[in-house]
Nanobody, 115 residues
Framework: QVQLVESGGGLVQAGGSLRLSCLAS????????MGWYRQAPGNQRELVAQ???????TYADSVKGRFTISRDNAKKMVYLQMNSLKPEDTAVYYCKLHVAFRDYWGQGTQVTVSS
């Protein structure tokens, strides 16, 4: 069974940085496609960044140049480095693992950016 645990959220001023982490359990992490999503109140959940099993990355236009996704297969971790944060980045951030035609989600971590 796959479980995902996010950490690293918090309150930060605009222009600041945070690093989110997601720890995965299970044996298929290295072949999994990983993603970070976010959901602000009243909004749909949206893709922020994703990284394939071989390290290819894609980003939402709104975070390009500010956020960086990375992974450490040995530690079964995926990270989201968030720089130059803006108030509109405020949301609950979720980690997603996709493998064998299934999606698994973490419980989310709150990121609040004050102006």
């Amino acid at each position: 069974q796959v479980q995902l645990v996010e950490s690293g959220g918090g309150l930060v001023q605009a222009g600041g940085s945070l690093r989110l982490s997601c720890l995965a359990s299970g044996s298929m992490f290295s072949i999994s496609h990983m993603g970070w999503y976010r959901q602000a109140p009243g909004n749909q959940r949206e893709l922020v960044a994703q990284i394939s099993s071989d390290g290819r990355t894609t980003y939402a236009d709104s975070v390009k140049g500010r956020f960086t996704i990375s992974r450490d297969n040995a530690k079964k971790m995926v990270y989201l480095q968030m720089n130059s944060l803006k108030p509109e980045d405020t949301a609950v951030y979720y980690c997603k693992l996709h493998v064998a035609f299934r999606d698994y989600w973490g419980q989310g971590t709150q990121v609040t950016v004050s102006s």
